[in-house]
């Protein structure tokens, strides 16, 4: 009951303050208001609608955002650009329209008073280009340059592809809804590059110059005693506006500015499909999705970003609808197989997945066919033999026995003579039989099913270009699916990953799917932005001896070469003699963060089991847990927990790996499995580790539990 009243007396006066905040800020935007208006009422040679459209950005200029009038465009001597705005929440290239009949869109064409306008949407489109190359010199993402059509004098919150079309009093509370994503520092230099790139176009009489913020004072706001009174001025769209703005938290630096190799990447045109590699943090999906945002904006098409990871879409496009906004809504983060059973059902191709019934069929074939084969002297378990089937023979689309016999197995240490491999043809067999006779499908069946379907109409699908991150993860026919739908077009196909980060059996190399990557279509990045060098040490000590194959079929040692660029991550180590005290120490350690800082840390472990059990640890020590499966990109203030595997492609300021040195269970009945299929668990098991290791950006928590030896 104390605790009850305490609450309600500090909510009572909480609400006090915020009421008082809402005043202070409401007298704040009537003076910046007024004092706007003064400002662009001396601007003479503008028509009535056009300045009023100036004293809404005149009002963003109050709140730290820079406004250029009347510009030249580059490269011309008669072209001009109506405005520049740069601000916290990018930069905007605006032309101000007054037109008497309100702007209408249809087909993607803008049209007023039944006449094609279109032509105003287009010069405007390719005045924004000259910007994005002019900003570019500054390291800033094309995508963080905006196109705006303002209209005097209508209501208007449109978007036509990636021009946003806006009426005079939507314009200034839908800027300052922006995120912000760029400093004063930053505003302050793109505003004065701008300005030598952009110079004035002649100087009307009395135009308001480069725009700066300052502060109101009571002497503007006196001068015009009633601006407010207008009917202009939208207190509360501004108001709510503002609010917003001074909850948000600034974006992410990489979603506005890049490196210039990374720059020169996402601006690229290749000729054909065009594959990015390189280790773990170097940027490979910032630049996947810059790319897929710059193709969306230069084409009219829809973009498919795909990975194998059921949970990776949802976050990478929350990730990418707060840096290109405009065009969110033309890319499809999709995960491969659920992308594949919709482009199935929408060609009326009828699937039957049924994972359990198809383990089931497994099940039986192996009962009758693989247990008592040649097959159990190499690996008596019969998970080995079911990844034999998935990842080598249907992963990579083999259906013929002389095709398997002649096979490179990639990534398969168990050297298999062909008496083994008879058997394993026949193991397979009796497994289709048996899922044949079941009527169902398995996950392989579907992307066969799919590229079956697209292989008769290459490069003619839906998509402009396709973007595959995290690459490594497919099978072979996934890969020849994705490949199928845009074919060897332009700028068609985009494969990103890192073979040292695969966490499934078996490989394949590129040209084994028809796809040519030559010259500069093959890049390999360098720069980790993500480690410092003791998380990137300890990692690849993991992994040192592991020379892996990448998927363009080159060797390369597992300890690789790094450039490191990130400074600030450390590693701790937690050794305890029993798993209890493991077990406490980690709470320890998560007890002691800030909420906000455990929404930034994630538990990771190798297996379904272990997560489990720390599910329940977390959750009885009263800590707030989110499922890496359910985790969205969006901040929670929760600590995430999921398998090393869930946490791909994904990086958590945090990284606790409890535990992380206890080998997994073999799972054979003596507790012993042959050596060669042994090695190649552990491998992939080395890899997995890697990966989560890796995600950590400032801490990497390692536990173990040793027993304490006596002497
Ligand atoms: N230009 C940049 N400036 C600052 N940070 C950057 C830049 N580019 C990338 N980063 C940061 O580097 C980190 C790693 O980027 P990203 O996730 O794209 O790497 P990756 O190569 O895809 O990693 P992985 O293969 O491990 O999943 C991210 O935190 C991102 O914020």
């Not at 003479?44 to 056009?50: N, Q, V």
């Not at 506006?241 to 045109?269: G, H, K, S």
């Not at 998560?590 to 489990?612: D, F, H, M, N, Y």
Request: hydrophobic share 40%; net charge positive.
């Amino acid at each position: 009951m104390a605790a009850g009243s305490a609450a309600g007396g500090s909510a009572g006066a909480s609400a006090a303050r915020r009421a008082q905040q809402a005043r202070r800020q409401e007298r704040l935007l009537r003076e910046q208001w007024q004092a706007a208006r003064a400002r662009a009422e001396r601007w003479e040679a503008a028509s009535e609608g056009e300045q009023r459209v100036a004293a809404q950005l005149l009002m963003l200029a109050e709140r730290g955002w820079r406004l250029l009038v009347d510009r030249r465009w580059p490269g011309t001597r008669a072209a001009n650009v109506d405005m520049l705005l740069i601000g916290p929440g990018g930069v905007f290239v605006i032309d101000v329209k007054n037109w008497r009949a309100a702007p209408e869109t249809s087909a993607g064409r803008l049209r007023a008073g039944g006449f094609s306008r279109d032509e105003h949407r287009r010069k405007l489109l390719a005045v924004t280009k000259a910007a994005e190359s002019a900003v570019a010199s500054l390291g800033m993402s094309p995508v963080a340059v905006r196109p705006l059509l303002a209209f005097a004098g209508h209501r208007v919150d449109a978007e036509l592809g990636r021009v946003r079309l806006l009426g005079e009093r939507e314009i200034g509370p839908a800027l300052l809804s922006e995120r912000t994503r760029l400093s004063a520092e930053s505003v302050r230099a793109l505003t004065e590059h701008l300005e030598r790139v952009f110079p004035e176009y002649e100087a009307p009489p009395a135009a308001p110059p480069a725009v700066t913020p300052h502060a109101a004072t009571s002497d503007t706001a006196s001068r015009i005693p009633d601006a407010a009174s207008d009917g202009l001025f939208d207190l509360d769209g501004l108001r709510d506006a503002a609010l917003d703005e001074a909850r948000r938290a600034p974006i992410e630096q990489w979603m506005t500015f890049l490196d210039p190799d990374q720059l020169a990447l996402v601006r690229r045109n290749w000729a054909g499909p065009a594959r990015i590699s390189g280790p773990a943090g170097t940027g490979k999906t910032v630049i996947a999705l810059h790319r897929a945002a710059y193709l969306a904006q230069r084409t009219s098409g829809r973009i498919l970003y795909v990975t194998f990871a059921n949970n990776l879409p949802r976050v990478q496009a929350t990730f990418l609808k707060a840096m290109a906004p405009a065009v969110a809504d033309r890319i499809d983060f999709r995960s491969l197989h659920s992308w594949a059973q919709d482009y199935l059902r929408d060609r009326g191709v009828p699937v039957h997945l049924h994972k359990e019934k198809a383990e089931t069929a497994f099940s039986f074939a192996w009962k009758h066919v693989g247990r008592n084969s040649c097959l159990t002297e190499i690996d008596p378990l019969h998970p080995y033999w079911r990844e034999e089937i998935d990842y080598v023979i249907k992963g990579r689309g083999i259906t013929s026995f002389e095709e398997y016999a002649a096979l490179p197995r990639r990534r398969r240490r168990a050297g298999l003579r062909r008496p083994h491999r008879q058997a394993v043809w026949s193991l397979y067999e009796a497994y289709e039989a048996q899922r044949t006779e079941r009527a169902v499908h398995d996950f392989n069946d579907v992307l066969s099913l799919a590229l079956a379907e697209a292989a008769g109409r290459i490069g003619h699908s839906a998509y402009t270009a396709v973007v595959v991150d995290e690459v490594q993860d497919l099978t072979l026919v996934g890969v020849r699916l994705l490949h199928a739908l845009v074919g060897d077009t332009p700028n068609g196909l985009l494969l990103v990953g890192d073979g040292q980060q695969a966490v499934y059996p078996g490989g394949f190399r590129l040209s084994d799917a028809g796809i040519d990557i030559r010259g500069d279509r093959g890049q390999v990045l360098r720069a980790n932005y993500r480690n410092s060098k003791e998380i990137v040490d300890t990692a690849l000590s993991v992994v040192a001896e592991d020379a892996f194959e990448d998927l363009d079929g080159l060797r390369t040692p597992g300890r690789r070469d790094i450039d490191l660029t990130y400074h600030d991550g450390e590693v701790q180590r937690a050794v305890l003699p029993t798993l209890a005290a493991h077990d406490e120490a980690l709470l320890t350690a998560l007890r002691g963060l800030t909420p906000q800082e455990l929404a930034g840390s994630a538990v990771l472990c190798p297996a379904k089991r272990a997560i489990e059990h720390y599910q329940r640890l977390l959750t009885r020590a009263g800590l707030r847990v989110c499922s890496l499966d359910r985790y969205d990109g969006h901040p929670v203030e929760a600590v995430k927990l999921g398998s090393y595997r869930r946490a791909k492609g994904l990086e958590f300021k945090r990284v606790y790996l409890p535990q992380h040195d206890t080998p997994p269970p073999t799972g054979a009945p003596d507790g012993r499995t042959p050596a060669e299929t042994a090695d190649e668990r552990a491998e992939l098991a080395r890899s997995q580790l890697y990966v989560a290791m890796t995600r950590a950006r400032d801490v990497l928590w390692l536990g173990s539990v040793r027993p304490v030896r006596e002497n």
